[in-house]
Protein backbone atom coordinates (compact mmCIF):
# COMPACT_ATOMS: atom_id res chain seq x y z
CA UNK A 1 0.00 0.00 0.00
CA UNK A 2 1.69 3.24 -0.94
CA UNK A 3 -1.05 5.69 -2.23
CA UNK A 4 0.88 8.39 -0.66
CA UNK A 5 4.01 7.79 -2.71
CA UNK A 6 2.02 8.14 -5.98
CA UNK A 7 0.40 11.05 -4.64
CA UNK A 8 3.85 12.40 -3.64
CA UNK A 9 5.15 11.08 -7.25
CA UNK A 10 2.83 13.44 -8.97
CA UNK A 11 3.02 16.36 -6.58
CA UNK A 12 6.46 16.31 -6.85
CA UNK A 13 6.89 15.77 -10.56
CA UNK A 14 4.03 18.96 -10.86
CA UNK A 15 5.46 21.22 -9.60
CA UNK A 16 8.81 21.13 -11.31
CA UNK A 17 9.20 21.73 -14.75
CA UNK A 18 12.09 19.55 -15.81
CA UNK A 19 10.86 16.77 -14.50
CA UNK A 20 7.59 17.44 -16.04
CA UNK A 21 9.48 17.22 -19.43
CA UNK A 22 11.33 14.07 -18.72
CA UNK A 23 7.59 12.69 -17.63
CA UNK A 24 6.06 13.69 -20.63
CA UNK A 25 9.28 12.15 -22.84
CA UNK A 26 10.45 8.98 -21.10
CA UNK A 27 8.14 8.01 -18.43
CA UNK A 28 9.47 4.82 -17.85
CA UNK A 29 13.24 6.69 -17.38
CA UNK A 30 12.17 9.34 -15.35
CA UNK A 31 10.01 6.60 -12.87
CA UNK A 32 13.21 4.82 -12.59
CA UNK A 33 14.84 8.12 -11.44
CA UNK A 34 12.13 9.09 -9.58
CA UNK A 35 12.11 6.34 -7.22
CA UNK A 36 15.61 5.96 -6.49
CA UNK A 37 16.63 9.80 -5.85
CA UNK A 38 13.57 12.07 -5.15
CA UNK A 39 10.89 10.13 -3.59
CA UNK A 40 13.08 9.25 -1.14
CA UNK A 41 13.96 12.81 -0.13
CA UNK A 42 12.51 13.93 3.02
CA UNK A 43 13.70 17.46 2.14
CA UNK A 44 16.99 18.79 1.04
CA UNK A 45 18.92 17.23 4.26
CA UNK A 46 17.16 13.93 5.22
CA UNK A 47 15.69 10.92 3.45
CA UNK A 48 12.85 9.03 4.48
CA UNK A 49 13.21 4.88 3.47
CA UNK A 50 9.60 3.62 4.40
CA UNK A 51 7.65 4.39 1.55
CA UNK A 52 8.04 2.17 -1.87
CA UNK A 53 5.64 2.09 -5.50
CA UNK A 54 3.81 -1.26 -5.76
CA UNK A 55 4.25 -2.83 -9.02
CA UNK A 56 0.87 -1.83 -10.41
CA UNK A 57 1.20 1.81 -9.29
CA UNK A 58 4.64 1.76 -10.51
CA UNK A 59 2.73 0.80 -14.32
CA UNK A 60 0.20 3.01 -13.85
CA UNK A 61 2.43 5.75 -13.30
CA UNK A 62 4.86 4.60 -16.58
CA UNK A 63 1.63 4.38 -19.01
CA UNK A 64 0.63 7.84 -17.64
CA UNK A 65 -2.40 5.64 -17.22
CA UNK A 66 -5.00 7.90 -14.77
CA UNK A 67 -7.98 5.26 -15.12
CA UNK A 68 -6.07 2.78 -13.08
CA UNK A 69 -4.59 5.93 -11.06
CA UNK A 70 -8.59 7.16 -9.88
CA UNK A 71 -9.40 3.45 -9.18
CA UNK A 72 -6.28 3.50 -6.61
CA UNK A 73 -7.68 6.68 -5.04
CA UNK A 74 -4.82 8.73 -6.08
CA UNK A 75 -6.11 12.10 -5.41
CA UNK A 76 -7.94 13.50 -8.33
CA UNK A 77 -6.26 17.19 -8.09
CA UNK A 78 -2.54 15.81 -8.32
CA UNK A 79 -3.79 13.54 -11.28
CA UNK A 80 -5.90 15.84 -13.62
CA UNK A 81 -3.49 18.29 -13.32
CA UNK A 82 -0.35 16.81 -14.45
CA UNK A 83 -2.29 14.98 -17.43
CA UNK A 84 -3.56 18.20 -18.44
CA UNK A 85 0.43 19.74 -18.27
CA UNK A 86 1.27 16.79 -20.68
CA UNK A 87 -1.37 16.27 -22.48
CA UNK A 88 -3.83 19.41 -23.14
CA UNK A 89 -1.83 21.13 -25.94
CA UNK A 90 -1.65 18.58 -27.88
CA UNK A 91 -5.59 17.95 -28.02
CA UNK A 92 -6.25 20.92 -28.36
CA UNK A 93 -4.48 22.08 -31.06
CA UNK A 94 -5.98 18.69 -32.85
CA UNK A 95 -9.22 18.34 -31.55
CA UNK A 96 -10.23 22.04 -29.74
CA UNK A 97 -10.31 23.33 -25.93
CA UNK A 98 -11.47 20.73 -23.40
CA UNK A 99 -11.23 17.63 -25.63
CA UNK A 100 -8.55 16.11 -23.82
CA UNK A 101 -10.10 17.01 -20.11
CA UNK A 102 -13.36 15.46 -22.01
CA UNK A 103 -12.01 12.31 -23.01
CA UNK A 104 -10.56 11.87 -19.59
CA UNK A 105 -14.17 11.90 -18.15
CA UNK A 106 -15.00 9.94 -20.81
CA UNK A 107 -12.67 6.41 -19.99
CA UNK A 108 -13.92 6.73 -16.39
CA UNK A 109 -17.64 6.77 -17.52
CA UNK A 110 -18.27 3.32 -15.85
CA UNK A 111 -18.23 5.32 -12.64
CA UNK A 112 -20.63 7.07 -12.82
CA UNK A 113 -23.60 6.48 -10.64
CA UNK A 114 -21.14 4.75 -8.00
CA UNK A 115 -19.33 5.53 -5.59
CA UNK A 116 -15.49 6.24 -6.50
CA UNK A 117 -12.62 5.09 -4.86
CA UNK A 118 -11.77 7.03 -1.73
CA UNK A 119 -9.40 9.43 -1.46
CA UNK A 120 -8.97 8.96 1.84
CA UNK A 121 -5.01 7.41 2.55
CA UNK A 122 -6.21 5.56 5.68
CA UNK A 123 -9.06 3.84 4.04
CA UNK A 124 -6.69 1.81 1.62
CA UNK A 125 -4.67 -0.04 4.16
CA UNK A 126 -8.54 -1.95 4.77
CA UNK A 127 -8.68 -3.06 1.14
CA UNK B 1 -13.35 48.39 17.41
CA UNK B 2 -12.79 47.91 13.35
CA UNK B 3 -15.80 47.42 11.03
CA UNK B 4 -16.44 44.57 9.42
CA UNK B 5 -17.76 46.77 5.90
CA UNK B 6 -18.30 43.14 3.79
CA UNK B 7 -18.45 39.66 3.71
CA UNK B 8 -18.12 37.94 0.33
CA UNK B 9 -18.06 34.41 -0.57
CA UNK B 10 -17.08 33.24 -4.34
CA UNK B 11 -16.69 30.40 -6.19
CA UNK B 12 -13.36 30.57 -8.04
CA UNK B 13 -12.84 30.00 -11.31
CA UNK B 14 -9.20 30.00 -12.55
CA UNK B 15 -9.47 30.24 -16.09
CA UNK B 16 -11.99 33.94 -15.29
CA UNK B 17 -8.60 35.81 -15.96
CA UNK B 18 -7.73 33.87 -19.58
CA UNK B 19 -11.07 33.73 -20.30
CA UNK B 20 -11.75 37.64 -20.30
CA UNK B 21 -8.30 38.88 -21.42
CA UNK B 22 -7.21 36.53 -24.26
CA UNK B 23 -8.00 38.08 -28.23
CA UNK B 24 -11.63 38.69 -28.57
CA UNK B 25 -12.35 36.75 -31.19
CA UNK B 26 -10.55 33.45 -29.29
CA UNK B 27 -12.80 34.31 -26.18
CA UNK B 28 -15.69 31.91 -25.26
CA UNK B 29 -19.29 33.49 -26.17
CA UNK B 30 -19.88 33.90 -22.40
CA UNK B 31 -16.95 35.99 -21.42
CA UNK B 32 -18.07 39.27 -21.67
CA UNK B 33 -21.19 38.33 -19.65
CA UNK B 34 -18.91 36.98 -17.38
CA UNK B 35 -17.14 40.39 -17.44
CA UNK B 36 -19.88 42.02 -16.49
CA UNK B 37 -20.82 39.61 -13.89
CA UNK B 38 -17.37 40.33 -12.22
CA UNK B 39 -17.11 43.71 -12.27
CA UNK B 40 -20.48 44.14 -10.74
CA UNK B 41 -19.36 41.79 -7.66
CA UNK B 42 -16.40 43.65 -7.57
CA UNK B 43 -18.16 47.13 -6.84
CA UNK B 44 -20.16 45.62 -3.64
CA UNK B 45 -16.43 44.78 -2.15
CA UNK B 46 -14.88 48.77 -3.80
CA UNK B 47 -17.97 50.60 -1.98
CA UNK B 48 -17.60 49.11 1.45
CA UNK B 49 -14.41 50.85 1.31
CA UNK B 50 -12.01 48.30 3.05
CA UNK B 51 -9.01 48.89 4.47
CA UNK B 52 -7.66 44.97 4.85
CA UNK B 53 -8.68 41.76 4.03
CA UNK B 54 -9.43 38.68 5.45
CA UNK B 55 -8.90 36.53 3.01
CA UNK B 56 -9.86 32.55 2.93
CA UNK B 57 -9.05 29.70 0.73
CA UNK B 58 -7.81 26.25 0.77
CA UNK B 59 -4.37 25.40 -0.70
CA UNK B 60 -4.31 22.64 -3.89
CA UNK B 61 -1.26 20.38 -2.74
CA UNK B 62 0.83 23.83 -3.64
CA UNK B 63 2.77 24.46 -0.48
CA UNK B 64 1.21 21.69 1.73
CA UNK B 65 1.07 18.18 1.33
CA UNK B 66 0.32 14.89 2.88
CA UNK B 67 3.18 14.91 4.68
CA UNK B 68 1.77 17.63 6.41
CA UNK B 69 -1.41 19.13 5.89
CA UNK B 70 -3.05 21.11 7.83
CA UNK B 71 -6.85 21.34 8.64
CA UNK B 72 -6.91 25.17 9.69
CA UNK B 73 -4.28 27.45 9.10
CA UNK B 74 -3.56 31.28 9.28
CA UNK B 75 -0.73 33.22 7.95
CA UNK B 76 1.11 35.30 10.13
CA UNK B 77 3.93 37.24 7.73
CA UNK B 78 4.51 40.44 6.32
CA UNK B 79 3.81 39.59 3.33
CA UNK B 80 2.75 37.20 0.88
CA UNK B 81 4.36 35.83 -2.95
CA UNK B 82 1.24 34.38 -4.40
CA UNK B 83 0.99 32.04 -7.29
CA UNK B 84 3.13 28.52 -8.23
CA UNK B 85 4.82 27.70 -11.35
CA UNK B 86 1.91 24.91 -12.23
CA UNK B 87 -0.88 27.54 -11.54
CA UNK B 88 0.75 30.12 -13.70
CA UNK B 89 0.80 26.92 -16.67
CA UNK B 90 -1.95 25.57 -16.19
CA UNK B 91 -4.18 29.07 -15.62
CA UNK B 92 -2.37 31.84 -16.98
CA UNK B 93 -2.43 33.15 -13.33
CA UNK B 94 0.44 36.08 -12.66
CA UNK B 95 2.68 36.23 -9.86
CA UNK B 96 1.65 38.46 -7.04
CA UNK B 97 2.92 39.86 -4.18
CA UNK B 98 0.26 40.74 -1.06
CA UNK B 99 1.46 43.22 1.81
CA UNK B 100 0.14 41.02 5.24
CA UNK B 101 -0.96 42.63 8.89
CA UNK B 102 1.05 41.08 11.36
CA UNK B 103 -0.80 42.86 13.83
CA UNK B 104 -4.67 41.41 12.98
CA UNK B 105 -3.17 37.95 11.71
CA UNK B 106 -1.65 37.71 15.55
CA UNK B 107 -4.94 38.83 16.82
CA UNK B 108 -6.58 36.74 14.94
CA UNK B 109 -4.79 34.09 15.94
CA UNK B 110 -4.74 34.49 19.61
CA UNK B 111 -8.48 35.07 19.04
CA UNK B 112 -9.11 31.27 17.45
CA UNK B 113 -6.87 29.99 19.92
CA UNK B 114 -9.10 31.63 22.73
CA UNK B 115 -11.96 30.23 20.50
CA UNK B 116 -11.05 26.49 20.99
CA UNK B 117 -9.95 26.72 17.07
CA UNK B 118 -6.16 25.35 17.72
CA UNK B 119 -5.24 26.65 14.26
CA UNK B 120 -1.45 25.70 12.40
CA UNK B 121 0.33 29.23 11.80
CA UNK B 122 2.94 29.95 8.59
CA UNK B 123 5.50 32.62 8.80
CA UNK B 124 6.23 31.94 5.38
CA UNK B 125 3.71 31.07 3.49
CA UNK B 126 2.69 31.14 -0.39
CA UNK B 127 -0.88 32.22 -1.40
CA UNK B 128 -2.48 29.97 -4.31
CA UNK B 129 -5.44 30.60 -6.59
CA UNK B 130 -8.16 29.94 -4.05
CA UNK B 131 -6.67 33.42 -2.72
CA UNK B 132 -5.42 35.00 -6.16
CA UNK B 133 -8.66 34.44 -7.69
CA UNK B 134 -11.03 36.14 -5.67
CA UNK B 135 -8.38 38.98 -5.55
CA UNK B 136 -8.16 39.24 -9.08
CA UNK B 137 -11.81 39.79 -9.23
CA UNK B 138 -12.59 41.35 -6.25
CA UNK B 139 -9.63 43.64 -5.61
CA UNK B 140 -7.25 43.40 -9.06
CA UNK B 141 -4.98 46.41 -7.81
CA UNK B 142 -4.04 43.73 -4.53
CA UNK B 143 -3.65 47.20 -2.68
CA UNK B 144 -4.98 46.06 0.67
CA UNK B 145 -3.08 44.21 3.33
CA UNK B 146 -4.45 40.81 3.93
CA UNK B 147 -4.83 37.98 6.54
CA UNK B 148 -5.18 34.65 4.83
CA UNK B 149 -7.08 31.66 6.39
CA UNK B 150 -6.95 28.18 4.70
CA UNK B 151 -9.08 25.31 5.27
CA UNK B 152 -8.86 21.79 4.45
CA UNK B 153 -11.82 21.21 2.00
CA UNK B 154 -9.27 18.94 -0.02
CA UNK B 155 -7.61 15.72 1.99
CA UNK B 156 -10.12 14.00 4.33
CA UNK B 157 -10.41 13.13 7.28
CA UNK B 158 -12.30 17.06 6.37
CA UNK B 159 -13.59 19.46 9.28
CA UNK B 160 -17.77 18.69 9.18
CA UNK B 161 -19.74 21.69 7.72
CA UNK B 162 -20.95 22.90 11.22
CA UNK B 163 -17.10 23.20 12.38
CA UNK B 164 -16.82 25.54 9.17
CA UNK B 165 -19.82 27.97 10.59
CA UNK B 166 -18.79 27.34 13.57
CA UNK B 167 -15.23 29.18 12.64
CA UNK B 168 -16.98 31.68 10.94
CA UNK B 169 -18.72 32.73 13.70
CA UNK B 170 -15.77 32.91 16.03
CA UNK B 171 -14.27 34.71 13.32
CA UNK B 172 -16.77 37.32 13.44
CA UNK B 173 -16.70 37.82 17.03
CA UNK B 174 -12.97 38.56 16.48
CA UNK B 175 -13.07 41.18 14.02
CA UNK B 176 -15.43 42.53 15.62
CA UNK B 177 -13.66 42.41 19.03
CA UNK B 178 -10.17 44.01 17.04
CA UNK B 179 -9.46 47.30 18.61
CA UNK B 180 -8.78 49.63 15.56
CA UNK B 181 -11.16 52.16 13.59
CA UNK B 182 -10.27 50.33 10.32
CA UNK B 183 -12.41 48.63 7.96
CA UNK B 184 -12.25 45.03 7.75
CA UNK B 185 -14.11 43.18 4.65
CA UNK B 186 -13.59 38.64 4.66
CA UNK B 187 -13.70 37.19 0.75
CA UNK B 188 -13.37 34.03 0.92
CA UNK B 189 -13.51 31.26 -2.17
CA UNK B 190 -14.78 28.05 -2.68
CA UNK B 191 -17.20 26.13 -5.15
CA UNK B 192 -21.25 24.76 -5.51
CA UNK B 193 -20.93 21.52 -7.34
CA UNK B 194 -17.34 20.39 -8.58
CA UNK B 195 -16.16 17.54 -9.91
CA UNK B 196 -12.34 17.06 -10.86
CA UNK B 197 -10.51 14.29 -12.46
CA UNK B 198 -13.43 12.01 -12.58
CA UNK B 199 -16.31 10.78 -14.99
CA UNK B 200 -18.50 14.08 -14.90
CA UNK B 201 -15.78 16.62 -15.14
CA UNK B 202 -15.97 19.29 -17.92
CA UNK B 203 -19.72 18.69 -18.66
CA UNK B 204 -21.61 21.59 -20.34
CA UNK B 205 -23.16 22.30 -16.19
CA UNK B 206 -21.41 21.63 -12.73
CA UNK B 207 -22.02 18.04 -11.76
CA UNK B 208 -25.02 18.95 -9.71
CA UNK B 209 -27.35 21.59 -10.86
CA UNK B 210 -30.31 20.76 -8.48
CA UNK B 211 -27.36 21.13 -5.51
CA UNK B 212 -25.99 24.31 -6.88
CA UNK B 213 -29.80 25.80 -7.25
CA UNK B 214 -30.38 24.88 -3.26
CA UNK B 215 -26.94 26.23 -2.27
CA UNK B 216 -27.59 29.72 -3.84
CA UNK B 217 -30.58 29.87 -2.41
CA UNK B 218 -30.18 28.69 1.19
CA UNK B 219 -26.84 31.36 0.86
CA UNK B 220 -28.63 34.07 -0.38
CA UNK B 221 -31.15 33.73 2.53
CA UNK B 222 -28.91 33.06 5.29
CA UNK B 223 -30.25 29.61 5.49
CA UNK B 224 -28.22 27.79 7.64
CA UNK B 225 -30.18 25.25 9.01
CA UNK B 226 -31.55 24.03 5.49
CA UNK B 227 -27.40 23.70 4.70
CA UNK B 228 -26.58 22.03 7.97
CA UNK B 229 -29.35 19.79 7.80
CA UNK B 230 -29.07 19.22 4.28
CA UNK B 231 -25.26 19.33 3.48
CA UNK B 232 -22.70 16.41 4.77
CA UNK B 233 -19.73 15.26 3.46
CA UNK B 234 -21.73 12.29 2.08
CA UNK B 235 -23.95 14.84 -0.02
CA UNK B 236 -21.22 16.78 -1.02
CA UNK B 237 -19.14 14.28 -2.48
CA UNK B 238 -22.67 12.93 -4.41
CA UNK B 239 -22.67 15.99 -5.84
CA UNK B 240 -19.29 15.90 -7.32
CA UNK B 241 -15.94 14.87 -5.95
CA UNK B 242 -14.59 17.85 -5.62
CA UNK B 243 -17.87 19.89 -4.25
CA UNK B 244 -16.84 20.24 -0.51
CA UNK B 245 -14.89 23.53 -1.30
CA UNK B 246 -18.96 24.78 -0.76
CA UNK B 247 -17.63 24.56 3.08
CA UNK B 248 -15.91 27.86 2.47
CA UNK B 249 -18.66 29.53 1.45
CA UNK B 250 -20.69 28.28 4.25
CA UNK B 251 -18.08 29.53 6.96
CA UNK B 252 -18.18 32.77 4.83
CA UNK B 253 -21.90 32.57 6.00
CA UNK B 254 -20.57 31.50 9.21
CA UNK B 255 -19.07 35.35 9.53
CA UNK B 256 -21.89 37.51 7.78
CA UNK B 257 -24.59 35.76 10.02
CA UNK B 258 -27.90 34.00 9.32
CA UNK B 259 -28.86 36.95 7.49
CA UNK B 260 -30.06 37.25 3.18
CA UNK B 261 -27.16 38.53 1.61
CA UNK B 262 -27.39 42.27 0.23
CA UNK B 263 -26.68 41.14 -3.41
CA UNK B 264 -26.12 38.06 -4.60
CA UNK B 265 -25.61 36.77 -8.86
CA UNK B 266 -24.78 33.74 -10.38
CA UNK B 267 -23.47 32.56 -13.92
CA UNK B 268 -23.84 29.07 -15.61
CA UNK B 269 -20.85 28.34 -17.07
CA UNK B 270 -19.46 24.90 -18.50
CA UNK B 271 -18.27 22.92 -15.59
CA UNK B 272 -19.24 24.47 -13.16
CA UNK B 273 -22.01 27.11 -11.64
CA UNK B 274 -20.21 30.51 -10.51
CA UNK B 275 -21.94 32.36 -7.77
CA UNK B 276 -21.41 35.61 -6.18
CA UNK B 277 -22.57 36.60 -2.57
CA UNK B 278 -22.29 39.37 -0.77
CA UNK B 279 -23.02 40.49 2.82
CA UNK B 280 -22.97 43.76 5.00
CA UNK B 281 -23.65 42.34 8.08
CA UNK B 282 -23.54 46.24 9.85
CA UNK B 283 -25.35 47.94 7.42
CA UNK B 284 -25.54 49.08 3.65
CA UNK B 285 -21.72 50.02 2.68
CA UNK B 286 -20.19 53.15 3.61
Not at chain 1, 88 to 97: A, L, N, R, V, W
Not at chain 2, 168 to 185: H, L, N, T, V
Request: net charge negative; aromatic share 12%; charged share 25%.
Amino acid sequence: MSKYYVNKFLFTVDRDPELLRRYKEDPRSLVASWEQSIGPKLNDAEVSTVNFLTDAERDALINHDYVALFEMGVHFFLSLTIFIAIYDEDYMTKSGPLSFQREFAEKLQHWTGKDYPSIALWQAAAR
Amino acid sequence: MATLAAVLATTHHPFYLKATTMPPEQQMPQAPEWKRKVEAYRETLTCAKPDILVMIGADHFHQFFLDNYPQFLIGKAPRYDATFYNEEREFGIPKYVLEGHEELSNFMHEGLMERGFDFAFSHELKLDHSIICPIITTRPDADLPVVPIYTNIFVPPLPSPKRFWDLGRAIREIIDAYPSDQRIAAVGSGHLSLELGGPRQFKETGPDPDFDRKAIEWLSTGNIEAILENVTHESMTASGNATHGFMDLILMMGIAGPIPTAYHDNLDLFHTMEAYFTWYPEGAAA
